[in-house]
Nanobody, 124 residues
Framework: VQLQASGGGLVQAGASLRLSCVVS????????MTWFRQTPGKEREFVAA????????IVADSVKGRFTISTDRPKNTLYLQMNRLKPEDAAVYFC??????????????????WGQGTLVTVSS
């Protein structure tokens, strides 16, 4: 499996962005897909995770109610819809995948395949 993230950019606070992560290779409905974000000097921070089939999602408290994770299986794409963006949401956003859903889905070490990252900048 390979992942290609895109959709980042520069927006003003309060705006929306949708990140995409195209998945190439064989997956299964039980694959765990996730978005993490990282700012310089900090560890990767969990944002949201979803089963590839879309039957289970978890979202970090810091973005709950503003961000939505979803999949479009015919398009082999993972999405992160980000609404009401705040300056503190600025980061490089990474998509990642693992074979099989994990009860530790919010832990970066659970994922063995990562995309290259896409930069989100939010001006105040």
């Amino acid at each position: 499996v390979q992942l290609q993230a895109s959709g980042g950019g520069l927006v003003q606070a309060g705006a929306s962005l949708r990140l995409s992560c195209v998945v190439s290779g064989r997956t299964s409905n039980n694959y765990g897909m996730t978005w993490f974000r990282q700012t310089p000097g900090k560890e990767r921070e969990f944002v949201a995770a979803i089963k590839w089939a879309g039957s289970l999602t978890i979202v970090a408290d810091s973005v709950k109610g503003r961000f939505t994770i979803s999949t479009d299986r015919p398009k082999n794409t993972l999405y992160l819809q980000m609404n009401r963006l705040k300056p503190e949401d600025a980061a490089v956003y990474f998509c990642a995948a693992r074979s099989g859903w994990s009860v530790r889905a919010s832990e970066a070490y659970e994922y063995n395949t990562w995309g290259q990252g896409t930069l989100v900048t939010v001006s105040s």
